[in-house]
T-cell receptor, first 112, second 115 residues
């Protein structure tokens, strides 16, 4: 079956530090890959997505590259801000299916 | 263009009562999805609906849970005879099409607490 594995949190960083949140997946076919962000008390917001191998999704300084050979979609940001503190979810939508599979989420805490 | 709207945002019920959760999709979206999020877990798919049709309810418990998306009005997720294990955040999402590449837009969620 399909699955998404994210690194355990919380990830605690100082402002302006470099961020990496690892995400690996297993899926049949050629899935689309997504990163969602959830701020406290809110719903998920799409952060970025990639629909085929070697695509790079980017938004608000975050980026992730679809790596088919390593089945990974790691999230990176060069310089985090306090306002980036949130829970980040990696997800995939398998080819031909509308039902995404979500990872368990990784909490990010950024200190001033 | 208003986003996906859910109400109530918070709902408290006693064991055995009924819970009704409402979701209004984004304007122009005819596909609605319901998810449940347990504490410190990812979202789990429950049901996928189009107007007046349940397309896929494979993630929904067979008993006590039902969902509808009438021709007019919001989508409703109904939980009868709630138990403490139903306490969770329930999120609704909508999309204009059912393509697997189509982005789903999420509402703010309803947080259900069963006492």
């Amino acid at each position: 079956g399909n699955s998404v594995t994210q690194m355990e949190g919380p990830v605690t960083l100082s402002e302006e530090a470099f961020l990496t949140i690892n995400c690996t997946y297993t899926a049949t076919g050629y899935p689309s890959l997504f990163w969602y962000v959830q701020y406290p008390g809110e719903g998920l917001q799409l952060l970025l997505k990639a629909t085929k191998a070697d695509d790079k999704g980017s938004n608000k300084g975050f980026e992730a590259t679809y790596r088919k050979e390593t089945t990974s979609f790691h999230l990176e940001k060069g310089s985090v801000q306090v306002s980036d503190s949130a829970v980040y979810f990696c997800a995939l939508s398998p080819g031909g299916s509308y039902i995404p599979t979500f990872g368990r989420g990784t909490s990010l805490i950024v200190h001033p | 263009n208003a986003g996906v709207m859910q109400n109530p945002r918070h709902l408290v019920r006693r064991r055995g009562q009924e819970a009704r959760l409402r979701c209004s999709p984004m304007k122009g979206h005819s596909h609605v999805y319901w998810y449940r999020q347990l504490p410190e877990e990812g979202l789990k798919f429950m049901v996928y609906l189009q107007k007046e049709n349940i397309i896929d309810e494979s993630g929904m418990p067979k008993e006590r849970f039902s969902a509808e998306f009438p021709k007019e009005g919001p989508s409703i997720l109904r939980i009868q005879q709630v138990v403490r294990g139903d306490s969770a955040a329930y999120f609704c999402a909508s999309s204009p099409q059912d393509s697997y590449q189509e982005t789903q837009y999420f509402g703010p969620g309803t947080r259900l607490l069963v006492l």
